[in-house]
């Protein structure tokens, strides 16, 4: 249970810095943080709550991560639903305080014809600049696979396991700097679900897109590091 309350906690701390930054302070002129305040910001949630709770739960605040763990054979399987709930609420949980602090701002309101709105992923007409939805899920397939290949090699028993955290937060600071202008970035299952139940319309009809492209990604790594990178001795 504490894993699982652990994997709750993380979730709802990546998702409420991460969009929250997006939220709250990205836009505002002259003294907003813009894409490169936003990308550190996701990073930072995973690196603060990697070090807070990831010796309690493995640090996975996303069910992409869980699937690439299990794929290369770090996971167990019979565990997976468990997490993926745990992340999924957490990240639900997250929205819901970014929606009622949201509600305290004069003329507030979710505008869900809107790219990016409550910071939402999405393509095409709901891509921040305008890419298709081919484009959107080949970014997120390959950037997922490059983080999970990151996790697995920054863990790995023969790595300095001291700096793991440092490397992940970084490598998903990275993956949004990249990413924000394609499809406000996602790489994160829950994190798109949470802001797409809020948000409704079409970016939830897009939701297939960011549990799909994600988890595919993160599953080839998986066997990709455990078949070809991993050192067995």
Known sequence: MKKLFAEFFGTYWLVFGGCGSALFAAGIPDLGIGFAGVSLAFGLTVLTMAYAVGHISGGHFNPAVS???WAGGRFEAKELVPYIVAQCVGA???AGTLFMILSGKTGFAIDNTKAGAFATN?????SPDGYSMMSAFMAEFVLTLFFLLIILGATDKF???KFAGVAIGLGLTLIHLVSIPITNTSVNPARSTS???FTQGEPLMQLWLFWVA???GAIVAGFIYKNLLQDNE
Do not use: C, V
Not at 122 to 126: I, K
């Open 67 to 69: 699937f690439g763990l």
């Open 92 to 94: 639900i949980a997250a």
């Open 122 to 126: 999405g393509y095409d007409a709901f």
């Open 159 to 161: 790595a300095n396991g």
């Open 195 to 197: 802001q797409a139940l």
């Open 214 to 216: 994600p988890i595919l």
